[in-house]
């Protein structure tokens, strides 16, 4: 769970610095991210035992793939060329609330007074990130509350897709959904990036930008799902999801050394609400609810 929140906490200076010459556009490190994820899990799942997936089942991974993949991760990238490091690792931690949000809205399950507490206080962290940092974000951020509204987009879509999947995606293997979730995911997405791919000056593409990308790949992609399945048949599910905490710590400390940001005051105490709303989720919940509910935490 360390190394898997470690590639995710590393990823958003490193799509930050990819992004920085310009030549590389948002789109197109979705694209390779999308289809360089689906290629490696089915390059693995030739080593793994077989699994017959039924074409009604296709067609849901597909719509699983939608939420999970496409919208998130595309949100999640263009949302980091837009804003800074520290800021979008930071929304990122709202997960928890918006998955317990939407349970609650479309599953019914019940909120406490706790879980409501920390939902509040949590996105009033968020709002305070996304709002007042304008002026400390100047620093490798063309548009910081766009961005992380954007990314914000992308943690509903992420939630959206925990709830209406958790139990289903438990009938598969995690090589098996996320091969066919990558899979319809570069699908979809091709003709829309079609003319990026096509302007791309591939040959102006340095050496630095083709090692971050395949960083964002490999590491925060493809091996950061392999550390999570394994984290998740050997820890209870309220543990795997306080090894979140990590990203914004590492996405911070990188951003500052690179120069890519910078701390304040005002981000500060966005920091305290957030990891306090977000806390005060997870204390909520008794062991029954978390063994009921592993899909949603992970």
């Known amino acids: 769970m360390v190394g898997a929140n470690l590639t995710w906490g590393l990823m958003a200076p490193i ?26 899990f089915w390059l693995t799942s030739i080593f793994m035992p077989k699994e017959h997936v039924p074409w009604q ?7 699983a793939g939608m939420l999970g993949v496409l919208f998130n991760q595309g949100c999640f990238i263009v949302g980091v060329s837009l804003t800074t490091p520290s ?35 949590g996105a009033s962290g968020a709002l305070i990130l996304m709002l007042g940092t304008s002026s400390s974000s100047e620093i490798a951020a063309t548009n910081p509350t766009l961005g992380d509204f954007i990314i914000l987009m992308a943690q509903l879509s992420y939630a959206l897709y925990l709830t209406l999947y958790r139990n289903f995606i438990r009938k598969y293997s995690l090589v098996t959904v996320m091969k066919w979730m990558f899979l319809s995911a570069s699908i979809v997405a091709l003709p829309i990036t079609s003319p990026i791919l096509n302007s791309t000056r591939w040959i ?11 960083a964002v790949v490999i590491g925060a992609t493809y ?13 209870r599910p309220t543990i795997v999801g306080m090894y979140n905490y990590v990203q914004p710590i590492v996405a911070t400390t990188v951003g500052i050394w690179l120069g890519l940001d910078r701390f304040t005051v005002l981000k500060g105490i966005a920091v305290v609400l957030i990891f ?8 909520s919940r008794s062991l029954s609810s978390d063994r009921s509910s592993q899909s949603v935490r992970d």
Do not use: H
């Not at 349970?103 to 206080?121: C, D, H, N, T, V």
């Open 87 to 121: 800021e979008a690792s930071l929304v990122t931690t709202t997960m928890p609330m918006w998955v317990m949000l939407l349970a609650w809205l479309i599953l019914r399950e019940p909120i406490s007074l706790k879980k409501a507490g920390g939902i509040a206080i």
């Open 57 to 63: 089942d296709i067609l849901r991974l597909f719509g």
């Open 15 to 40: 799509v930050k610095l990819v992004l920085a010459s310009g030549v590389v556009a948002p789109l197109l490190l979705v694209d390779f991210r999308m289809a360089g994820a689906a290629v490696l």
């Open 204 to 214: 102006e593409i340095s050496t630095t930008e083709w090692f971050g990308i395949a």
């Open 276 to 283: 306090s709303g977000v806390w005060l989720v997870t204390v």
């Open 223 to 235: 091996i950061a799902y392999i550390c999570i399945m394994i984290g998740q048949k050997n820890l």
